[in-house]
């Protein structure tokens, strides 16, 4: 059996990085929670940038009017409303046109852009340009936005979120999981209860699982866990755990923690395949890659 552990801040076992890091990004959902997060973030760069966002911060309050003269109008390279047609086709999004113009305050000449759907501006042709009150450099033309999309392409942030809803709660498993594996105790669990939940995962019902285990003192504890794969945990007549000597009711199983490390009685643990290490740590990776690229071209 493993050494007596005292303290968390006693000296923890050597745990192999692959292990490490299989057990700390292999938990829950994060593999396709970070991917769903990558993949959000490379929308939200092409379109968060082109939102117009500035009625909720700059033009509020009251503002004031002048006349504007257009310099420049021709098509941005963005449109709006395509869609896919019953017969395979795809019906073309109508374009959005960037207009630049010019206008005068307190005989200060001031130059703006302005994005509109429909068609191009004449060149010379007098528009009603609205600015808030003090702020003459801030402005628009009137009915039309700052940046060639609405605020409602900011639905593109919920790709990303979602994603973080999905992998925040698997990191924090991952970290207990990889705690425990460095200073906890192993026991022996022996299946009390088995009840089943209204949760599914990928169509198998999610089952509540009650253990009851003995600790190096001879105290009993009970933990509980909940699997959409109760048969990992049904195999033998005891199942092995590693509790948190400070917090008896907190354990993780072995046969339940990701990539599958094997642990011995006297308390190593060995490396995982490199195919669970993998499986890991590239989806978050991948993630982090996109993020540092939408930023780094966001310099450029």
Do not use: C
Request: no cysteine; aromatic share 10%; glycine share 10%.
């Amino acid at each position: 059996m493993l050494a007596p552990v005292n303290s968390l801040h006693q000296q923890s076992r050597h745990i192999p990085w692959s292990t490490r890091l299989t057990a700390l990004f292999g938990s829950g959902f994060q593999p396709f929670g970070w991917l769903f997060f990558g993949f959000g973030m490379v929308f939200v760069f092409v379109f968060l940038g082109s939102a117009d966002v500035s009625s909720f911060f700059k033009f509020r309050g009251t503002l004031e009017k002048t006349e504007g003269i257009i310099t420049s109008s021709e098509k941005s390279g963005y449109s709006e409303g395509g869609s896919r047609r019953r017969s395979g086709t795809r019906r073309k999004g109508t374009p959005i046109y960037r207009h630049d113009y010019t206008y005068q305050i307190n005989d200060v000449l001031q130059q703006g852009v302005s994005y509109s759907k429909g068609g191009a501006l004449t060149v010379g042709q007098k528009v009603q340009v609205e600015f808030p009150q003090g702020r003459p450099a801030t402005s628009r033309i009137q009915g039309m936005r700052t940046a060639p999309f609405g605020p409602a392409v900011l639905f593109v942030l919920i790709f990303p979120l979602v994603g973080l809803a999905l992998s925040l709660p698997g990191l924090f498993s991952g970290w207990k999981n990889l705690t425990l594996l460095k200073r906890g105790e192993l026991a022996r669990g022996r299946l009390m209860e088995k009840k089943k939940t209204n949760t599914q995962v990928n169509k198998q019902y999610v089952y509540k699982l009650t253990f009851q285990y003995t600790d190096q003192s001879g105290q009993q504890h009970q933990v509980q866990t909940k699997t959409h794969l109760p048969a990992k945990l049904e195999d033998d007549a005891e199942e092995r755990l590693l509790y948190d000597p400070l917090r008896p009711s907190r354990a993780v199983f072995v046969d339940m923690l990701p990539g599958a490390p094997e642990v011995s009685e006297e308390g190593h643990v060995a490396n995982v395949r490199i195919k669970s290490l993998l499986g890991a740590i590239l989806p978050p990776m991948i993630a982090l890659l996109v993020v540092a690229g939408g930023l780094v071209l966001k310099t450029l």
